[in-house]
Each structure stands twice: as C-alpha cells, then as structure tokens.
Nanobody
C-alpha cells in the first residue's frame, strides 16, 4: 500500500513563492521518476515538472526558469519550489511517482490527493 502525501499549497500574491512537498510512504521496493502535475478549472491535467531517480529534471515551458524540482531519495520525497508565481499558475497540484512494489514487478503510477495553489492579489 502506497501513499503520496502532499503539503505546502495555499494562497500567495503574484510574484510570491511557495514550496510544495510530497512524501511517498508504505511498503515498496523503490521509487523511480517523480513529478508534479496541475489542473486548473476547465482544463486538462498537465505536467509541470518531473525528475528522474538520478536527479535529472524536466520542466514545462510555462514554468521554466521560475520553478525548481528536487528530491530526497533517502526520504522518498519530491519538492517543487515555485518562484515568481503568476495568476495563471493557479491550479490543484498533484504529485506523481513511479513505484515498484517488489523487484519483479513493473513500475506502477501513483498519485497524491492534490493541493490547491491560488495566486491572487
């Protein structure tokens, strides 16, 4: 059983910063790629940023240069530092992780419950 628990969302003014955290807990063999997605009202869920188990990041063009993704493999935790936030960043942010429950199984796709980020003056 795997749980992804997110924290750090909230209300912030344009130009402000927030840091999201997501920790994977439970009994599993290993955590591989992790990432953050977001979904604004009336829009499809989109990739914000992802990071491999080796630490290589990937960003959507809309957040490049403003957001930084990082991870702590010892704690099975991924972070998203969001700077220079804009109203269009307002969305529910979801953590995603690829996890193998045992050595022999394929990676499964797991999601957090979502955390609201609102950028407004």
């Amino acid at each position: 059983q795997v749980q992804l628990v997110e924290s750090g969302g909230g209300l912030v003014q344009p130009g402000g910063s927030l840091r999201l955290s997501c920790a994977a807990s439970g009994r599993f063999f290993g955590v591989y790629a992790m990432g953050w997605y977001r979904q604004a009202p009336g829009k499809q869920r989109e990739l914000v940023a992802s990071i491999t188990s080796g630490g290589s990041p990937n960003y959507s063009d809309s957040v490049k240069g403003r957001f930084t993704i990082s991870r702590d493999n010892a704690e099975n935790t991924v972070y998203l530092q969001m700077n220079s936030l804009k109203p269009e960043d307002t969305a529910v942010y979801y953590c995603n992780a690829h996890i193998k429950m045992t050595y022999w199984e394929r990676e499964g796709d797991y999601w957090g419950q979502g955390t609201q980020v609102t950028v407004s003056s």
